[in-house]
Each structure stands twice: as C-alpha cells, then as structure tokens.
C-alpha cells in the first residue's frame, strides 16, 4: 500500500531554454492538506500543469497513487483522480448552483442526452450535501451570475467535490476575494481536508496561515524549503526570496 498520493522525482520542465522546473523532487502523504507558496515565477502554476498532464516533462516523472503519469493526457489523469480548481471559477453563470452540480455530478455529462435526464433520489441527496458543504443551500436556485465571487468559488470546488477525485488541486482560492470571503474558502478547504487529499497554491500569507499544515516554498523550480508555517517564515532563505519581497 502507498501511503504517498503525489511524487514527482527529478522534475524538470524546460520552455524554449527557459527552466521553469529544476529537478523538482515532492512527495505528499494521502489525506494530506499542502500549501505551495513561492514569489512570482517560482513555477508553481507550471508544477499544477505538468500534474494534470497539460505540460509533459522535460525529464523526471510524476506519481500519482504509485502510478507514472508520463504520456497520460489530461482527461486520463482526470480519470485517475486528480481534480483541478483554476484560478477563474469555470462555472455555468445562467445556471443555478443546483444544476450546475447535477451537471458535475453526472459521469456522463457529455452526452446530449443525459443532459435532460431526472436525477435519481441517491443523486439529489449528495447533491444535497454538497451544497450545505458549500455553503449555498439558501442559494441553490439562484442563477450563478449573481453569485459573488468567493461564492463562485465554492460552487466551482463543489462541482469538482461532485466528481469525487482522490487528490484536489486549487489555484489560489483566495484571488480577489473579501476577507470575509477568504475566510470562508478557508474553512471550506478545513473541512474537505478531513476526507480529502489537497494541493493549494496561494499568495496570501494570512489565508496560508489559516489554513497550513505543512508548507512548502517553491523558488526558481526546485523546493527551497518544507516545515511548518513557522518554520518556514523564520526561515532566512524563504524570508530573503518571498516573505521579504511581500514586506516592501
Ligand atoms: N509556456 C511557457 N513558455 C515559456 N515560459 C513559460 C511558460 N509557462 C511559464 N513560463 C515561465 O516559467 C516561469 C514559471 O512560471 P509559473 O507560472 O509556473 O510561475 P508561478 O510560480 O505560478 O508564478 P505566479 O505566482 O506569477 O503565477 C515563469 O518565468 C514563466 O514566465
């Protein structure tokens, strides 16, 4: 049994000559919740892409579940488990939350035809659920668009919850939104950690305070360092590339 949900060994992802991932070596328990922070260009969006298979290796690989993902395109992965949460919610804004779950939580989703079809008490009923995880209940049949945006937030991570993957990616939640807002992506993210292994990149220091377990700080490709959010902010070499910059 392996207890590690995501490896990469040696990871290196070159574009045109320009090294955005150096021999990146990562590893993440199963059930873990992990914040990846680093300073502008320290490759994180790039290491969500070559998770997802959008960017293939230069050299080095990555597992997932004990599995190489090399050549994998991005709908296997997808198939294998690994939900990713973009930046920008990518949800239907002239549908309800409601609909816009029963849409991610249709496995056929695709189908025209599938598309009308009732769903079953057991579909409601998780359906249901994810909506009171998320927070939108009093919501559910309100057209997205007038939703605000810590609440497209949610909707987007609850149709990815619909699709029941075994590892989360997100890409800085937190983005744009009101305190009150980012706190509330906060707790989400707290709760789902219970029954969920989580990625999150993010920015804001005071939301990676809210909610890190383990930190770790990408800069110029490779890990500078992992530990605790204390141990990483009293680092000297994370206090000279990141937390220094954000000081000015
Ligand atoms: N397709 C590409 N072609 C060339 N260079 C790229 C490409 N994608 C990313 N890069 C470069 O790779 C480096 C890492 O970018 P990446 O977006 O992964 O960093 P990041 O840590 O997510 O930064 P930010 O916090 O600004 O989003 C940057 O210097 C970027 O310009």
């Given at each position: 049994m392996n207890a590690k949900i995501l490896e990469t060994e040696n990871l290196t992802v070159n574009f045109d000559g320009f090294?955005?991932?150096?021999?990146l070596n990562f590893s993440m328990d199963a059930g873990e919740l992990r914040v990846v922070i680093g300073p502008n260009g320290a490759g994180k969006t790039t290491f969500l892409d070559v998770i997802t298979g959008k960017v293939q290796p230069t050299t080095g690989r990555v597992i997932f579940k004990g599995k190489n993902l090399r050549s994998l395109k991005e709908h296997q992965i997808a198939r294998l488990g690994i939900g990713r949460k973009f930046q920008t919610p990518r949800i239907y804004l002239n549908l309800t939350p409601l609909e816009n779950l029963e849409i991610a939580s249709n496995p056929k989703k695709h189908s025209f035809s599938t598309l009308f079809k009732t769903p079953s008490t057991a579909e409601k009923n998780s359906i249901k659920g994810l909506l009171e995880t998320i927070g939108l209940t009093a919501k559910a049949r309100v057209k997205s668009a007038f939703l605000s945006h810590g609440e497209k937030q949610r909707l987007e991570i609850g149709m990815l919850l619909a699709q029941s993957p075994d590892l989360l990616l997100v890409d800085e939640p937190v983005a744009g939104l009101t305190d009150e807002e980012t706190y509330n992506i906060g707790e989400l993210l707290l709760a789902l950690s219970q029954s969920h292994s989580i990625l999150v990149i993010e920015h804001d220091m005071e939301f990676v305070r809210q909610i890190a377990r383990k930190v770790t700080v990408l800069h110029e490709g490779s890990v500078l360092c992992e530990g605790n959010i204390e141990e990483v902010q009293s680092d000297p070499r994370v206090i000279e590339v990141y937390l220094g910059q954000q000081k000015e």
């Open positions: 090294t955005a991932l150096k021999q």
